[in-house]
């Protein structure tokens, strides 16, 4: 059984910045007593310490596994007709995350980096799917089994960042952290032909902890 990872403050690093101006001031707030200051500040240390938040997941150990690349709603599955994203007929699974969920994102499989792509773009609401034609993006795609397996992580409104800490060459495990997208934000996973996709729109996922589908030869 995979076993939950422990020994790490549960906050990504991309929240620090955000966290400790509003800790300094909620900490010089209540010394001076003003709480005109160290009420906001705590309202806003709150809101940057649940968005940035970053719990242990249980990651499956089965094999073939696939697991969400992000916490969310899927709201789409569809069919690749993209050759360059991946194996053209292969499923697309599309994750909307809101400000309210985790927005760490994990290694669907485990594999090794081939390359990365930034696409600038705009900022349309991650909530519409047509979003992922227009907006700024960043393509991982990696390479599992012998198979393409492709994560693109996809701004929205708010989020103005995607942050990406994988490089080509590096192998990945299943369920490593590979990034994060700021504030509201969209994940897509794009897997080869005869894989077999175990989630339905409408269904939430976690990041690491959810099988979203098997690889092709373990789709039986």
Known sequence: MAQPRFG????????????????????????????VLWVPALLLLVIFLGFFRDPPRRIPSEPGAVVAPADGLVDSVRTNEN???????????????SVFDVHVNRAPVAGTVESLSYRPGAFVNAMKTECADCNESNWIFMRAD???????QIAGLIARRIVCRVAPGETVRRGQRIGIIRFGSRTELYLP????????????????????????????
């Open 146 to 152: 012998g198979h393409r397996v492709t994560v693109r």
């Open 83 to 97: 050759p360059e994203a991946g194996e053209v007929g292969g499923p697309v699974i599309s994750i909307f995350l």
């Open 8 to 35: 790490r403050f549960p906050i990504d690093p991309a929240g620090i910045p955000f966290a400790l101006p509003a800790a300094g001031l909620l900490i010089l707030g209540v010394a001076m007593a003003w709480p």
């Open 193 to 220: 032909v005869g894989a077999q996709v175990k989630v339905s729109v409408g269904q939430r996922v976690k990041g690491a902890a959810t099988i979203v589908a098997r690889m092709p030869e373990q789709a039986r």
